[in-house]
């Protein structure tokens, strides 16, 4: 099994993402961890480019010694100093350094000829070795590189010191079978290639880095650079984890292994999230939300069954407590099932079928069915098991700025007669409230009442409390809905009945099945 050496460049090309900005203690932090993490190198920051910069790669060079800890410098004498200065206090000092081999970035941008880029490369390399006993050369832009001229530049700089060549896709451009061959293509054309390890640093702009850097590996690759969540410049770098978990599930495949600790992959994503301020995607592989949620009814189905039909990664291997079942509308009765017995009820297959139908009933209205949700679902059913004395039908309330509210309310009493009211209050609440007392024909005394919203989200059910005292008997009620008032209806017309039930002996009954 060849072992890849990852090189992780969250806090340099990962803070050259729009809008990052990391500060001393927050580059310290994600270092140490990605200490923990186990990458190889650790590329902290590129010296030269600021006196903040320069401080944070001198202090993670000092700190940390588990990793080796790089920077980057562009072919010039000052960079290479000051980034000396920075890193020479690391356990074995390591300059990364770079130039552009592309006609387009040569012309452009660095107005060079391609021999005097090949001479300024030499000569960064050959002063970067006085210093540094590890150097690693960048020909910026290789894939949109000439193949002969890379060769002949590759083959100067190994001879002038550089062990690692890394051959970066800059601008994502590049295709799995083309970076492939093209890695193949230096291996057996650079002469002095076997002094070398080459490298890969893979852009996303095509969405393609992943799959770029293990086609590298294919084609010869022992390194790869890539960041934390894959963040980067423009559309990001290639993403760690993804690229880490690829080599040990693929095994069978890329024959390839890492260093990596990778129950610590969780952990990392979200540290780098949280400090970069960069949301990772739900359906982000690997780290999102959702990478080991299962949301539709067959699938769950399966994954209850065995775990290996739909999850190829088991979640605790990068750091995951364990899969979700995730109940919305598309959930079968399996998930329901299993999600009803891990809130700890004991319900009957009757009783099951009988809030399923309410759970999808709820589910059509909601994105996501909670826990809390489902608790108020079977609280409700276990609740009804007791005699429904007075049981509410329609229930309509007029409320205006200016009106005085309104609610006409029908419902079944004991005698299973629909009786119709109406009635006003001081507010929405109280003109219910007002009603249903009209219809109970008894006097009904609110002593408290509390409303709270179930999970979170605009479509949250709301949860209505109460106490009442009726016929000399105080009891609480409960109720929920995904409207205010229709929940606060519920909870007073359950106390109504709950006493009732009490009186009537039927709510020992009801209190004997088991919640
Ligand atoms: C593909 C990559 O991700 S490369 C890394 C990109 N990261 C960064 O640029 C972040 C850090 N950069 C910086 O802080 C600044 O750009 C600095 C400090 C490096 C340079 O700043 P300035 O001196 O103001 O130059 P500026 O950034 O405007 O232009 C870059 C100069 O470097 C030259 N240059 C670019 N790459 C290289 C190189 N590898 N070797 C030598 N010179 C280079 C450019 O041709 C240009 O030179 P010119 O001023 O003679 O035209
Ligand atoms: C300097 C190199 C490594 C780079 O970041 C790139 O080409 O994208």
């Not at 610590?264 to 960069?278: A, F, H, N, R």
């Not at 007392?437 to 949860?463: C, F, H, K, N, P």
Request: charged share 25%; hydrophobic share 40%; net charge negative.
């Amino acid at each position: 099994m060849q072992k890849i050496n990852v090189f992780d460049t969250t806090l340099r090309d990962g803070e050259q993402s729009p809008g990052v900005n990391l500060n001393f203690e927050e580059k310290m932090e994600i270092a140490k961890q990605l200490e923990r993490l186990g990458v190889d190198i650790i590329e902290a920051g590129f010296p030269a480019s600021s006196q903040g910069d320069f401080r944070s790669v001198k202090a993670i060079a000092d700190q940390v010694k588990g990793s080796s800890v790089t920077g980057l410098s562009r072919s010039l004498k000052k960079d290479i100093d000051v980034s000396w200065e920075a890193l020479k206090g690391g356990a074995e000092p390591r300059l990364h350094v770079f130039i552009a081999t592309s006609p387009i970035h040569m012309t452009h941008k660095l107005q060079m000829t391609p021999d005097q880029v090949i001479e300024q490369a030499v000569e960064a390399v050959t002063y970067a070795k006085k210093r540094f006993p590890h150097v690693q050369w960048s020909a910026e832009d290789a894939c949109r590189s000439d193949l002969d001229f890379l060769v002949r530049i590759i083959e100067k700089v190994i001879d002038a010191g550089a062990e690692v060549i890394n051959l970066p896709d800059t601008v994502g451009y590049i295709t799995p079978e083309e970076i492939k061959n093209m890695f193949s293509y230096i291996k057996t054309n650079v002469p002095n290639s076997d002094k070398a390890k080459l490298s890969a640093h893979c852009h996303d702009d095509l969405g393609m880095a992943v799959a770029n850097s293990l086609a590298a590996i294919e084609g010869g690759a022992e390194q790869v650079e890539c960041t934390i969540n894959g963040i980067g410049e423009r559309a990001g770098n290639a993403s760690l984890e993804e690229i880490a978990v690829a080599l040990k599930i693929r095994n069978d495949f890329y024959q390839a292994t890492t260093g990596l600790t990778l129950h610590e992959i969780k952990k990392t994503s979200s540290l780098v999230s949280k400090l970069t301020g960069m949301v990772v995607p739900n359906n982000k592989a690997v780290v999102g939300d959702n990478a080991f949620a299962h949301e539709s009814g067959i699938h769950q189905d399966g994954v209850l069954k065995e775990k290996t039909t739909y999850e190829i990664i088991t979640p605790e291997l990068v750091g995951v407590n364990a899969n979700r079942m995730v109940l919305g509308k598309l959930s079968g009765r399996h998930a329901f099932k299993e999600k009803v017995r891990d809130l700890g009820y004991t319900a009957s297959d009757e009783e099951i079928n009988k809030v399923f139908k309410s759970f999808k009933e709820l589910a059509d209205k909601k994105k996501e069915v909670t826990d809390e949700d489902i608790f108020a679902l079977m609280t409700d059913e276990k609740v009804g098991a007791a005699v429904k004395y007075f049981e509410v039908e329609t229930l309509q309330v007029n409320y205006g700025t200016n009106n005085i509210p309104t609610a006409t309310i029908t419902m079944r009493n004991p005698n299973h007669e629909v009786i119709q009211e109406a009635a006003t209050g001081s507010g929405s609440v109280e003109a219910v409230y007002n009603t249903l007392e009209r219809i109970i024909g008894q006097e009904v005394t609110l002593t408290d009442y509390r409303i709270q919203s179930i999970s979170g989200g605009r479509d949250a059910l709301a949860e209505v409390f109460v106490k009442v005292e009726f016929q000399g008997i105080e009891s609480t009620g409960r109720g929920t809905a995904h409207d205010v008032l229709e929940a606060s209806a519920k909870a007073y017309i359950n106390a109504v009945n709950r006493i009732l039930n009490r009186k009537s002996g039927e709510e020992q009954k009801a209190e004997k099945v088991q919640i």
